[in-house]
């Protein structure tokens, strides 16, 4: 295990690798954690985290029996008030929503929960951050045995709704590679399941850009002058990301894709005239 700078010992703890809660911590507090345990960094402590392949070399071990892993894969520092990922191995690092973080490169970490996956030619392994956001939370009882949570989802209407599982079908079914369906594909696929309305390529393409703007005060990369040219399906692609993530629509919204029944059967007329 790597050694630590002396005085900074209270500030900087290990975390055993059967640990199930994290211990409460200031804001700013580091967590990072592999498959072997983990380490807590107070963010005044001035102390760079290592991880990689070589569990004696690193703070945090991550992926100890794939030799592409770099004995010495990444670090973590604080700078400038943030905690900052450095990849100092040659396989790429992925943030949530499918960044790289590729060798010698560095990104800042959000204040949050952050998978961090090394991306290898024949496995994936994942390291898990956490920056503290606020105060120190008192420690939950008996978390294994409480009511699943739901995800808060973003709100939509169902006619939102509908044009949206429509158009992000592919990755609800799940299709390898999924990409959303293009604006005549979603207008001939709502016209089928709802013939008494009046679908076209226009009309979905302007709910979906509407919703996208709604949201993008809450999801970042929802807007053209956020994302570099040329934008091709990126919008949509990172738009349904981000209704996934949320679980604000799920493989059960497919449902709605269903064919429609049947209009009902008319009665036979009545025999002979009414008096």
């Known amino acids: 295990m790597a050694g630590t700078r002396r005085g900074t010992a209270s500030k900087v703890d290990l975390l055993p690798r059967d640990s199930a809660d994290l211990p409460p911590a200031v804001p700013g507090t580091l967590y990072v954690r592999g498959a072997k ?3 807590r960094v107070a963010p005044d402590a001035g102390f760079e985290v290592v991880f990689g392949r070589c569990e004696p070399d690193v703070h945090v071990c991550v992926g100890p029996d794939d030799p592409y892993v770099s ?21 790429p690092i992925r943030l949530p929503g499918g960044r790289l973080v590729l060798t010698r490169h560095r990104v800042a970490l959000p204040v949050a929960y952050t998978p961090l996956f090394v991306v290898g030619p024949e496995r994936e392994h ?3 951050v956490r920056v503290v956001a606020g105060p120190p939370a008192p420690a939950a009882p008996a978390r294994q045995e409480a009511d699943t949570r739901e ?4 709100p939509l209407s169902a006619t939102e709704r509908l044009v949206l599982v429509c158009l992000g079908q592919r990755y609800l079914r799940p299709e390898p590679w999924p990409q959303p369906l293009t604006w005549a594909q979603v207008a001939d696929e709502l016209a ?4 008494g309305e009046r679908w076209t390529a226009k009309r979905a393409a302007h709910i979906v850009t509407q919703t996208r703007k709604r949201l993008s005060a809450r999801v970042p990369g929802l807007l053209e002058e956020e994302i570099p040219p040329p934008l091709g399906n990126t919008l949509n692609h990172n738009l349904i990301i981000a209704l996934l993530a949320s679980a604000t629509i799920t493989p059960s919204d497919l449902r709605l894709l269903d064919e429609p029944d049947p209009p009902p059967e008319e009665p036979p007329p009545a025999s002979g005239r009414a008096s």
């Open 192 to 195: 089928r399941v709802r013939p």
């Open 151 to 154: 995800p808060a989802g973003h």
């Open 126 to 128: 994942l390291l898990e």
């Open 71 to 91: 004995r010495r894969q990444g670090s973590i520092s604080r700078q400038d008030g943030r905690w900052v990922l450095h990849n100092l191995g040659n396989l």
């Open 37 to 39: 345990g983990g380490i």
